[in-house]
Each structure stands twice: as C-alpha cells, then as structure tokens.
C-alpha cells in the first residue's frame, strides 16, 4: 500500500459525460501527479501540482483539467468524453517537486466510456 | 525530440535466469532524469529506481541492476536469477529540466513473463 488514495475505483460513463477522479496524496506530500494509460497511448503524464499550484503540464487535453486543493487533495475533471477516453488514470505523489523525486502511484480509476 | 524507446515489448525467461531489459532514451538536454517503473498483474505502478544524467555510476539493488550510459544513451535494467514475482510490465521514463520543463516521457514497457 503506497498510502496514495483514489476514488472512484471504477467509473463507468457515457459519451459527452463530464466526470470527477479524486486523489489523496500520501501524507505530508506537496506535489501530485496524473498519468493516463490506455491501450493505444500507452502511459502518459498529463500535468502535475506541486503545493496547489500546477507545476508541470504533459498532454493534457483541453476537455480535462485538474486542480490541488489546500488540503492537498486533487482532483481530475474530465468533459466531453469521448469513448478514447476510456483509461486507466493513476495518481501518484512525492515529497517535493524535485525533478528526481520517488513517486508513489495509487491504484488507479478504470474510467469506462460507452 | 524528446523520447524513450523499449524495443523489446514481450520477454520470456525460466525462473533462475538472468534477463535483460533495454531502454534507449533521446533529449536535447544535458540535465535529466531517467526512471524505471514495474507493474505488476495487480495493476499498481511501482516506482524503481531513477537516475540523474551527472551520475553514471551503475547501481545495484538485491537482484536488481541498472546500467547507465550516456555514450549510448541507454539506461538498461537487468534482473538477476529471475523469479515468478518478477512477472510484471516494466516502463522506463525520461524527465527533462529544460525542454519541455518537467515532462515525463515513457516508453511503451516490456512485459517480462518468468516461468516457473
């Protein structure tokens, strides 16, 4: 267990659907980070925060955005979902914003498109 | 061009073996960070181990090993004396400090299937 909580486990939508993938750092870490995998991208960072503030973007798609919140919590918010959407995204933290820092992954969120 | 090339995309070895996973990376930055991620059936990502590119010293943990070369631009990842746990999809990962500041880029992963 890495101690990086996410919710929900599972996420089954339709297209155009807006949806909301939550994070909890483990304690005491500043900066969150998202990853998206799938199939035929493979796995892709999409941005990351460091203490509230965005720190880093990757390929991000317009229709998603994210924010850190002060309690640290992040959440990823995903619209107009088309059915390429359909992912695994994982959250992962790390102490600071050190370039070389250790990440810890959650579990991920199976988010499924019909 | 920033990019993480994993050309072997499927290993098969026998428990005992040694094996060998390659990772060949591109960047126009002298400043950077290589990665290298397991995920195991279970689905989780495991952080391994991660590399600056002013440290080229080769690093060694248990049966785990991991040989950098800037001359060829390869940071390969060797298990020793494999074992069925050591069944998973390994992902190398390139971060630069200049271009394109902060970016993670993976490679596709080698999925590493050890037989008993």
């Known amino acids: 267990d890495s101690g990086v909580t996410q919710t929900p486990k599972h996420l089954i939508t339709a297209t155009g659907q807006r949806v909301t993938l939550r994070c909890s750092p483990r304690s005491g870490d500043l900066s969150v980070y998202w990853y998206q995998q799938s199939l035929d991208q493979g796995l892709q960072f999409l941005i990351q925060y460091y203490n509230g503030e965005e720190r880093a973007k990757g390929n991000i798609l317009e229709r998603f955005s994210a924010q850190q919140f002060p309690d640290l919590h992040s959440e990823l918010n995903l619209s107009s979902l088309e059915l390429g959407d359909s992912a695994l995204y994982f959250c992962a933290s790390s102490p600071r914003t050190s370039l070389g820092d250790e990440q810890f992954f959650g579990p991920g969120t199976r988010l499924t498109v019909l | 061009a920033q990019k993480v090339t994993q050309a072997q995309t499927e290993i098969s070895v026998v428990e005992k073996e040694d094996v060998t996973l390659d990772c060949v990376y591109e960047?126009?930055?002298?400043?950077?960070?290589l990665f290298w991620y397991k995920q195991p059936p279970s689905g989780e990502l495991v952080f391994l181990i991660r590399?600056?590119?002013?440290?080229?010293q080769n690093e060694i943990s248990g049966r785990y090993s991991w040989n950098f070369q800037k001359s060829t631009s390869s940071f390969n990842f060797t298990i020793t004396a494999s074992q069925v746990v050591d069944s998973a999809v390994y992902f190398c990962?390139?971060?630069?400090?200049?271009?394109?500041?902060?970016?993670?880029?993976f490679g596709s992963g080698t999925k590493l299937n050890v037989k008993p």
């Open positions: 990962a390139l971060r630069n400090i200049l271009y394109n500041f902060n970016k993670f880029y």
């Open positions: 590399r600056n590119s002013f440290d080229e």
């Open positions: 960047t126009r930055d002298t400043t950077y960070y």
